[in-house]
């Protein structure tokens, strides 16, 4: 390609970005915020280290025994400021677990999140996905629920990619200026056993 291609080629891809953005906060400077209280069970304690957003996950138990499949919730804490979005990126180790959502869909959470990207497992055992809220909301709430195969004994752990100040791993959207709401995760350690 010449450098005129290259350049057109830039400039179409910044005008579809920008103008999808444009959309998506005109569509949520529309809805009004909902602060309503939801039920989340088993939720655990977050302990945060410092202000800003938070991602963590939600088991039912801390031991699972080989064979079982088991379901983890995803939730995101954004501090009391208004979330549009997120993208989750989850690390685990696939010689110990399998991801076993059907056809590799994520299970949707109420009507709140639409789901805007889903990657399929890979064999790295790396996990994808973003979502977009219907509206715009400030607190804790669940995002999606994923669910895994205990395929073998050990030690399991399930891990946000999460650098702070990065935006090319998990995050939390703040409505209207794209920020980074993210400020710390809470990841999910657990034993598979006999």
């Known amino acids: 390609m010449n450098i005129k291609q290259n350049r057109l080629i830039l400039v179409v891809g910044i005008l579809c ?15 009004i915020t909902r602060n309503i209280e939801r039920p989340l069970n088993k939720i655990q304690k977050i302990e945060k280290t410092e202000k800003g957003g938070v991602l963590s996950f939600s088991l ?11 379901p983890v919730d995803i939730i995101a804490d954004p501090d009391n400021k208004l979330m549009i979005g997120a993208d989750i990126f989850i690390k685990y180790d696939p010689n ?19 789901i805007v990207f889903a990657k399929e497992k890979d064999k790295n055992g790396l996990i994808k996905f973003s979502v977009l809220a219907e509206e715009p909301i400030s607190e804790k709430t669940k995002i999606a629920t994923i669910y895994f195969l205990a395929k ?39 034993l598979i056993t006999k």
Not at 157 to 184: H, M, P, Q, R, Y
């Open 17 to 31: 970005i920008s103008l999808l953005v444009g959309i998506l906060l005109n569509y949520a400077e529309k809805k």
């Open 96 to 114: 110990i677990l399998e991801w076993k959502n059907h056809n590799n869909e994520l299970d949707q959470v109420d009507d709140e999140f639409m």
């Open 60 to 70: 039912s138990e801390k031991e699972y025994k080989k064979g079982d499949v088991f």
């Open 152 to 190: 073998e004994e050990g030690d399991a752990k399930l891990e946000f990619v999460f650098e702070k100040d990065k935006t090319n791993e998990s995050n939390i959207a703040l409505l209207g200026k794209g920020e980074d709401l993210l400020a710390s995760v809470v990841n999910a350690f657990f």
